[in-house]
């Protein structure tokens, strides 16, 4: 697993997920987006759900980030523990759970959550985080690695237009874990501003594989020019 992380340093990993509703919303349609971010470079996939994760395993030799969305409380990406080991059992390679500090559904701490992660399945745990306060918990409760995905998305946290690089920047000189940026990254220069920043690795999703939110990029630029 050690090999898997550094695999992974100063390299992008692509996440592939699309919405419940959304025309892209299948399995195989993920798996076909996670080959294709595979031949363009990609270094690694995040993908949501058990179904796309085994279906990106049996097909894509790359390390694999998985997690869970699931529920309506603030805790939903792979809330519980159970969320946690048939995201593994699933295929994945690392585990991506919320690494913030509110309460998790099932009553366990981050820290019990990941040593189970540990112990019952071999993966790797990362923590989403949104704060610089939380990724050093995270780090101490034994987060292989730690990622600044849910900044902006908690309740006490400001969603910028961007990445947040500050965050990356305190998080990689604070923790020894490696800091993996994701969140808002859109364009290829951000990324590259992400690594400067201090991250391990780079997730970018959205502005690769959602074209409904991409044409609307350029539909809202052309109307405004209108």
């Given at each position: ?6 695999h992974?340093?100063?390299?992008l ?11 892209m ?5 993920m ?40 529920g ?18 699933a ?11 509110r ?28 704060t ?24 006490y ?6 990445p947040?690089?500050?965050?990356v920047s ?21 990324a ?9 690795a ?20 052309m109307?405004?020019?209108?």
């Amino acid at each position: 697993m050690n090999k898997l992380i550094a695999h992974l340093r100063h390299r992008l990993v692509v996440s592939c997920q699309a919405y419940p509703g959304e025309p892209m919303r299948t399995p195989d349609t993920m798996r076909r987006v996670a080959l294709a971010a595979a031949k363009g470079g990609a270094a690694g996939i995040r993908a949501q759900g058990v179904a796309d994760i085994a279906a990106i395993r049996e097909a894509v030799d790359l390390p694999l980030i998985g997690l869970w969305k699931d529920g309506d409380d603030d805790v939903f990406i792979t809330p519980t523990l159970e969320h946690a080991l048939a995201v593994a059992r699933a295929g994945a390679h690392v585990v991506a759970l919320d690494g913030t500090a509110r309460p998790r559904p099932d009553g366990r701490t981050l820290g019990d959550t990941i040593a189970a992660v540990h112990e019952l399945t071999g993966a790797l745990v990362m923590a989403d985080c949104s704060t610089l306060g939380e990724g050093i918990a995270a780090a101490a409760a034994g987060a292989d690695l730690v990622g600044t995905t849910l900044s902006g998305y908690t309740a006490y946290t400001s969603k910028q237009p961007g990445p947040d690089l500050d965050l990356v920047s305190q998080l990689a000189t604070a923790i020894d874990v490696p800091v993996i940026a994701e969140g808002r990254i859109h364009t290829p220069a951000q990324a590259a501003q992400a690594l400067r920043a201090g991250a391990w690795a780079v997730v970018v999703g959205t502005a690769i594989t959602h074209p409904s939110t991409i044409t609307g990029w350029f539909a809202s630029a052309m109307a405004d020019a209108r």
